[in-house]
């Protein structure tokens, strides 16, 4: 069974500072997909970015890019000029290519943005 | 944009009632999800849909819980009794077809069992 393990419970980020969030996963699969979803304090699950497993290059969005190492089954999170928007729950997940797999999420890292 | 939408957004029952939480996921969606967050904790799975029928459940969803398509926009989720533990956030996400890797989420539902 595939897991998925964010050992980081609370993160901490000054306003226009850098942080990094960490999730490490488990799989026997060789084709499948990472994630990183935000969910705020209203709760709603919101894509902050992917990354295919069978490419190299690490997936950027905006001020959000991901370090993948397969080899090593490591997927974190940078997010770079912190924004107090920023401040939420951050889920890592995972999710095997095949037809209609489910999404498996580890237990998340709250980020505080502080001024 | 096209979105995933869910009703009630919050919804408080007493323990042994039944409840049905709906969903309505993008129009040209083919699968469809359940998965369920307790308060504090991770999202865990608990069904996939497609073609009327389910295409995997996990461990959580016991003969408590059916999934429905019955029309040809709404997904319900029903708890036919529920219990103290269901109290938690029901979130419905669709997907477009079997190649696609992204899964839209509503917004939840928020469950209240006491």
């Known amino acids: 069974a595939q897991t998925v393990t964010q050992s980081q419970p609370e993160m901490s980020v000054q306003e226009a500072e850098t942080v990094t969030l960490s999730c490490t996963y488990d799989?026997?699969?060789?084709?499948?997909?990472l994630f990183w979803y935000k969910q705020p304090p209203s709760r709603q699950m919101i894509l902050v970015i992917r990354?295919?497993?069978?490419?190299?290059q690490n997936a950027t969005e905006n001020r959000f890019s991901v370090n993948f190492q397969k080899a090593a089954k490591s997927f974190s999170l940078k997010i770079s000029d912190s924004q107090l928007g920023d401040a939420a729950m951050y889920f890592c997940a995972y999710k095997y290519a095949g037809t209609a797999s489910k999404l498996t999420f580890g237990t998340g890292t709250r980020l505080q943005v502080t001024l | 944009e096209p979105e995933v939408t869910q009703t009630p957004s919050h919804q408080v029952t007493q323990m042994g009632q039944e409840v049905i939480l709906r969903c309505v996921p993008i129009s040209n969606h083919l699968y469809f999800y359940w998965y369920r967050q307790i308060l504090g904790q991770k999202v865990e799975f608990l069904v996939s849909f497609y073609n009327n029928e389910i295409s995997e459940k996990s461990e959580i969803f016991d003969d408590q819980f059916s999934v429905e398509r019955p029309d040809g926009s709404n997904f319900t989720l029903k708890i036919r009794s529920t219990k103290l533990e269901d109290s938690a956030m029901y979130f419905c996400a669709s997907s477009a077809d079997r190649s696609s890797y992204e899964q839209y989420f509503g917004p939840g539902t928020r469950l209240t069992v006491t």
């Open positions: 990354q295919e497993a069978y490419k190299q």
């Open positions: 799989t026997s699969e060789s084709d499948y997909y």
